[in-house]
């Protein structure tokens, strides 16, 4: 049997969403034996984790000790990516600990995989491509291409006074066309929308899929004519990825 | 097996075909279609083309490799037949050349900047292969040197360090014309030399400008263009003299012109006017100039017809047009005027401002071009029920079921010639219009002069039909601003009383709670002017009493002289077209799109002389474009990519022209629509949407330009409208201001995304300043409204002390003294922030 590169799945501060992600892909099973594991505490016995050749890391660095440790997995692995939302923005671990980082503000990454937890569809994609030599690339369009609800239809001043829908909201219209804050157009497409197939408006877990987040939001927001108290809007924008940072 | 490999043989290359183009086919069917008539020989050709045909059910079916094989015989019969098929070409990073050039303005950027120090920091940059220094650029030798230069030196690129390109457009284009490469300009005169001080920092100011403009060319902008065929024909909307005028003249040129009039008949209002200014008779003089058109083959002139779309480009527009129904069909129609006889119903006559009453069917006066009568759609309903006309027409012209039509038509140049309105607003109520029947408009006066009006040219007054003793002239009946046009109408009139009253006296009023500001009063050409403040009008035993503070002033008739005010219906075509409108509300024709010009008094009152002028130099300016065959033109200033786009329908949401549409292929710009202001730039997330001034170009520059050291330092986002010219116009007047100032600029405020703010803050800019427009002039609408509601969503975000750095200035394109004021009192601002001072930055003034 031929062997692979050497794959290592670590978890920071943060829950187990992300590994688990991995874990529950259903390529896994296929691939496992083309991607040996040499670090993947969910999966198997621990073993070292320097000893891998890419590096899967989740969750947002919170402690010094996980701070050295990124270090050393930079240097010994070839690759390393970032996957969920804390590992790549701070995601909601920063929203509770001031001094948390996110991975790229240590070191360097080669690939950022965002999502609360990361799509299903990404983390496949991912591993596959990752396998086989391919090329991985995040989607740059928005999450309105996947949104199963019909296109805006307002046009200036749209009006905005809910965080979440009204009750008599109807089955097939944009959130944003019934008064109701979605954050898909800002938010990095890739999930299929799944969220909002689920009748709650996107929160903008995949972070923008161009400029940088205040920007968007800036951007955003100024199209809108917001009647929310101020506190609970930035909350809400501020769920996953700090506002506010140049 | 290889494809190659299974092409080796003509047979199998043809079950191939056959399957894809033929559809499923069964074992015999192949046997009989390829003529293999041995069952081994086509076992053998089946075995070899198994992986790219399968069996299903009895019959042959291509594989999905099999289809890729298909593919490639296509291919393959493209290329034989000589017609290579479309492939990606692969793009090569383009080698930069960039040419660097300098110029001293004759010895007045030298006394500020040092041009060895900017030519030897410039030669230092990644891509320049050459610079140059020019005493005196604008002069045609030095284009020519210029050029020369760029040609020996195979130069793709030219970066020109001088004066600015909105005060010197004419300059700028001969270069570009000349050297034909990309060209970049710093204006280190405007904006560094004449507002620095030689001491100052001028020079480092200059080189960081200098290195983002280099920079910046690295950055390609989206611009593609395309050839159109020029349509031999123009369009001409407004029929009064001046349209005429342009019509004719262009008809003589030998262009098909159509004259569009929103009104039953041609000749606007000095058709009802009594003399033009140096004392022609008007109505003749309209109506030879109106029989000389009809003459003329190319024209057609279309009347009762509004415009109600424009689509196109420049040299090939299309026009939708509504023909409104007249009820008279102008061929038959004789003229006679029985209709009229006949009719039962009397209306006030709008020709003569209501002083006589007309039928419902008139024909409005004697000289009225097409001379037949007409029914206003209003009336329709009425004349159903009676038909008396219709009865006794004898020509049977009259059809009252005419309904209105939609039209088109194909044009490569509109001529906007609307004309102007006249006041008719509160101030009419306020100087007792309606007290006396003695009190008239200048309006109602010129119908009394005319020969053909109420009172065949005899001054009189309504009331008892005597001759006036004393007459005065209230000026200044206007809505916004000197109209320019009331004195000259008050010296005619004075002219033709003397004439026609040689003993009556005449009074020239102005009120000075009424005068504008800006108006210049010519006191010294009349004999009697009253000017006073606060003017009030009574009647005393039916009388007229004018008083002025202790003035008191008795007239038989007044006069309330009107001034032009633009016409209301320039607002619909505003929305369709791109332009802009002076502080009075009249168009703005700089701000006009190529392929359409203005002319007359759309732009302003004029005198009969300068429409003359004006409507012999539009007519050449038409004739440029029209003369040409084919014309190169931008396809579209907007583009979308459909990779990125989600199709969150933001960018439509925000366009201020409607130029974007979403439909089943996806988002799609109209490029007539589209007016390029960018405002859809910002607000689209994904960046989908291309754009001659890219946000990349605009980031490499905040980039660049940061490497200024210097504390604290400004970046001013300019709109090309007004914040802009405004800094222009502070260097123009020589005004000083802080060196670390920073004018980039953009084409509307609309267009600055927070991105580029951040950028600016984030790389060390202590303070972003944005100039735009003031809202109500913007030039693309309600730019300046969205910047402002992007500015206060960046301070929410960003907090107090870090949004306090961000302001927003309106600003008019001559303001360059509060330019210069805003500037420096931010920047105070920013350093006693700096050193701790005075605490934190304060928010927008306004």
């Known amino acids: ?246 | 097996m290889s494809f190659f490999r299974v092409l080796a043989h003509s047979a199998r290359e043809k079950i191939v075909r056959m399957l894809a183009e033929e559809g499923p086919l069964t074992y015999k069917e192949i046997m009989e279609k390829t003529g293999i008539a041995e069952t081994g020989k086509l076992n053998y050709h089946l075995e070899r083309l198994s992986g790219f045909i399968e069996k299903r059910e009895g019959v042959y079916v291509l594989t999905d490799s099999g289809w890729k094989l298909y593919e490639l015989i296509k291919y393959r019969d493209e290329i034989l037949a000589g017609r290579p098929p479309a492939r990606e070409r692969r793009r090569r990073p383009v080698l930069s050349r960039i040419g660097v050039v300098v110029c001293m303005c004759n010895g007045e950027v030298s006394k500020v900047i040092s041009p060895s120090r900017l030519e030897e920091e410039a030669a230092k940059l990644e891509g320049v292969v050459s610079t140059m220094v020019f005493q005196n650029l604008c002069s045609p030798v030095s284009i020519e040197r210029l050029a020369g230069w760029v040609r020996r030196l195979f130069i793709n690129r030219l970066v020109i360090a001088a004066c600015s390109p909105k005060l010197h457009a004419g300059v700028y284009q001969q270069i570009k014309a000349k050297v034909k490469v990309p060209v970049e300009v710093v204006n280190i005169v405007e904006h560094c030399a004449f507002v620095h001080q030689p001491g100052d920092k001028a020079t480092e100011k200059a080189v960081a400008m200098l290195k983002a403009a280099v920079k910046s060319t690295g950055v390609e902008a989206y611009m593609p263009t395309k050839v159109v065929a020029v349509k031999k024909a123009v369009a001409v909307i407004g029929g009064g003299v001046s349209g005429i005028l342009v019509s004719l003249q262009l008809a003589k040129l030998g262009f098909k012109v159509y004259l569009i009039e929103r009104a039953p008949t041609i000749g606007g209002l000095l058709a009802r006017w009594s003399r033009v200014g140096k004392g022609d008779c008007a109505s003749c003089l309209v109506s030879e100039l109106a029989s000389s058109l009809v003459l003329h083959e190319n024209v057609e002139i279309m009347t009762n017809t509004e415009v109600v779309g424009i689509s196109g480009e420049v040299g090939s527009y299309e026009i939708r047009l509504l023909r409104k129904p007249r009820y008279v069909n102008i061929e038959k129609c004789t003229g006679c005027g029985t209709c009229a006889l006949v009719c039962p119903r009397e209306r006030p006559s709008e020709f003569e401002f209501g002083m006589t009453s007309r039928k419902v069917i008139q024909i409005p006066y004697s000289t009225a071009y097409p001379y037949a009568p007409f029914i206003s759609p209003e009336d329709i309903e009425l004349c159903l029920s009676c038909r008396k006309c219709e009865e006794t027409c004898p020509a049977n012209a009259i059809d009252l079921t005419m309904k209105e039509k939609e039209d088109k038509i194909s044009v490569g140049a509109v001529v906007l010639a609307t004309g102007g309105e006249l006041y008719s607003g509160p101030l009419l109520e306020k100087y007792g219009y309606t007290l006396h029947e003695d009190i008239i408009t200048s309006a109602e006066f010129e119908r009394m002069l005319s020969l053909d009006g109420p009172t065949r040219g005899e001054i009189i007054k309504p009331s008892s039909g005597e001759k006036p003793l004393s007459i005065g002239i209230l000026q200044c009946m206007t809505s916004k601003g000197c109209s320019r046009y009331c004195c000259s109408v008050a010296a005619k009139y004075l002219r033709v009383i003397r004439e026609k009253l040689p003993d009556a006296i005449v009074h020239i009023i102005f009120d000075e709670n009424n005068i504008p500001r800006d108006s210049v009063i010519p006191t010294e050409i009349w004999d009697s002017v009253i000017i006073g403040r606060g003017v009030r009008i009574r009647t005393e035993n039916g009388r007229i009493i004018v008083e002025i503070g202790s003035k008191r002033v008795e007239v038989d008739l007044l006069i309330l002289n009107l001034g032009l005010d633009p016409p209301s219906k320039l607002r619909e075509l505003h929305y369709m077209l791109e332009f802009a409108v002076d502080e009075r509300g009249f168009l703005d024709p700089r701000s006009l799109p190529y392929g359409f010009f203005a002319c007359g008094a759309v732009t302003g009152p004029k005198s009969y002389e300068e429409l003359v002028y004006e409507s012999l130099a539009t007519a050449s300016e038409v004739a440029l474009i029209l003369s040409r065959d084919k014309l190169e033109v931008e396809e579209a200033k907007v583009v979308v990519d459909t990779e990125l786009c989600g199709g969150c329908g933001l960018c439509e949401a925000v366009c201020p022209f409607n130029a974007v549409s979403r439909g089943d292929t996806g988002v799609y710009v109209d490029p007539f629509q589209c007016k390029g202001c960018g405002a859809c730039l910002p607000a689209c997330p994904t960046g989908a949407l291309k754009f001659h001034q890219p946000s990349g170009k605009i980031l490499q520059m905040v980039k660049a330009l940061s490497t200024y050291d210097g504390k604290p330092k400004i970046l001013a986002f300019c709109c090309s409208a007004c914040g802009y010219p405004a800094a222009d116009n502070a260097g123009l007047r020589r005004l000083k201001y802080n060196p670390n100032t920073f004018v980039l600029e953009v084409t509307c405020t609309g267009r600055i995304d927070s991105e580029f703010i951040l950028e600016a803050l984030k790389r060390g800019f202590d303070g972003v300043m944005i100039f735009g427009c003031r809202l109500g002039s913007c030039k693309y609408i309600d730019g300046i409204a969205k910047a402002k509601s992007r500015v206060e969503k960046l301070r929410d975000l960003l907090g107090e002390a870090m949004g306090g750095r961000v302001r927003l200035v309106e600003i008019s394109a001559i303001e360059g003294e509060r330019f210069a004021r805003e500037v420096d009192s931010f920047y105070r601002e920013l350093a006693g922030c700096e050193s701790g001072v005075r605490g934190k930055v304060g928010g927008n003034p306004a």
Not at chain 1, 30 to 52: H, I, K, W
Not at chain 1, 103 to 122: A, H, N, Y
Not at chain 1, 131 to 150: D, I, M, Q, T, W
Not at chain 1, 224 to 230: A, F, M, P, T, W
């Open chain 1, 1 to 246: 049997m031929e062997y692979g590169e050497r794959w290592a799945v670590i978890q920071l501060s943060g829950c187990s969403g992300c590994p688990s992600a991995v874990f529950s892909s259903p390529v896994l099973q296929d691939l496992v034996y083309s991607m040996p594991v040499a670090y993947f505490p969910m999966v198997t016995d621990s073993q070292r984790v320097l000893s891998a050749d890419i590096a899967v890391v989740s969750g947002a660095v919170c402690k010094r000790a996980e701070e050295e440790l990124l270090k050393r997995v930079r240097e010994s692995c070839s690759k390393l990516v970032a996957l969920g939302t804390c590992a790549v923005y701070g995601g909601v671990v920063s929203r509770e600990v001031e001094s948390a980082k996110a991975v790229p503000e240590v070191v360097e990454v080669d690939q950022v995989i965002p999502g609360c937890p990361p799509p299903e569809k990404l983390v496949g994609e991912f591993l596959i491509a990752e396998v086989s030599g391919g090329e991985f690339r995040l989607p740059s369009y928005n999450v309105c291409k996947e949104c199963p609800r019909a296109p805006l239809r307002r046009k200036p001043p749209i009006r905005v006074r809910y965080l979440e829908p009204p009750e008599e909201l109807q089955a097939k219209a944009c959130f944003l066309d019934h008064e109701t804050l979605c954050l898909g157009p800002v938010t990095r497409g890739g999930c299929g929308a799944v969220c909002i197939e689920l009748g709650v408006p996107c929160h903008g877990c995949l972070g923008p899929p161009a400029k940088s987040y205040t920007s968007q939001l800036a951007n955003f927001l100024s199209i809108l004519d917001i009647q929310l108290e101020k506190s609970k809007l930035m909350q809400f924008v501020s769920r996953y990825i700090r506002v506010g940072v140049l």
